[in-house]
């Protein structure tokens, strides 16, 4: 069975420090994996989204990017973290195409900057 | 802007008694899903529905499509303080990219 884990499930940061989130699946080959974010009480805004290897999308302008090194790990970076970066992060994975298949959630990392 | 927008944004029940939600939206869909999210966690699909259905049953879930409003329904029925989450409905639509949008989620709490 297909299993996605992140890591790691809390974290609190200085603000202008850097951050490394990461993403992996186990039991399924090519995903489409996902990167939202969630503020306190809202939905769930899309990040980034990828298709294969090196292939990332991004979806809002903003001070986070993604890489994604082999296929079934996914990576959530920046440089210098602002205040405005706190919330929760969530990573998705679905077998299909980008939107027609059943999105399959991690548990979610709480982002803290102070 | 959001594509799904859930109504109401609360809802506080007591077990038992069934709970209703519901999801509109802006743009022609594909499909509509519903998620569930218990604090602090990650999403777990409930049900989806094509844009061609009207309505499918999981369990205790019923959920309706009206796609001349633009609007879906989650059911609840007998709810248990299991049930006790936010509820999202994710739209597909061809406008949007083909990418889920997530409305704004409706929390409910089912009292014993």
């Known amino acids: 069975s297909q299993t996605i884990h992140q890591w790691p499930a809390t974290l609190v940061q200085p603000v202008g420090s850097p951050l490394s989130l990461e993403c992996t699946v186990e039991g399924t080959s090519n995903p489409n994996l996902y990167w939202y974010r969630q503020a306190a009480g809202r939905g769930l805004q899309l990040l980034f989204y990828s298709v294969g290897i090196g292939q990332i999308s991004s979806e809002v302008p903003q001070n986070l990017s993604a890489s994604r090194p082999q296929d079934r790990q996914f990576i959530l970076s920046s440089k210098k973290l602002l205040l405005s970066d706190s919330g929760f992060y969530l990573c998705?994975?679905?077998?299909?195409?980008?939107?027609?298949?059943?999105?399959?959630f991690g548990p979610g990392t709480r982002l803290t900057v102070l | 802007s959001q594509q799904g927008e859930e109504d109401p944004q609360a809802l506080s029940i007591q077990e038992g008694e069934n709970a209703t939600m519901n999801c509109s939206y802006k743009t022609s869909i594909n499909n509509l899903q519903w998620y569930r999210q218990n604090s602090g966690r990650g999403l777990v699909h409930l049900i989806l529905i094509r844009s061609n259905e009207r309505e499918k049953h999981s369990g205790r879930l019923r959920v309706t499509l009206d796609t001349s409003k633009k609007s879906s329904s989650l059911l609840i029925t007998a709810s248990r303080a299991a049930d006790t989450a936010s509820y999202f409905c994710?739209?597909?639509?061809?406008?949007?990219?083909?990418?889920?949008?997530f409305g704004g989620g409706t929390r409910v709490l089912v009292k014993p």
């Open positions: 998705a994975w679905s077998p299909g195409s980008p939107s027609t298949d059943t999105q399959y």
């Open positions: 994710a739209t597909d639509a061809t406008a949007a990219g083909n990418k889920l949008t």
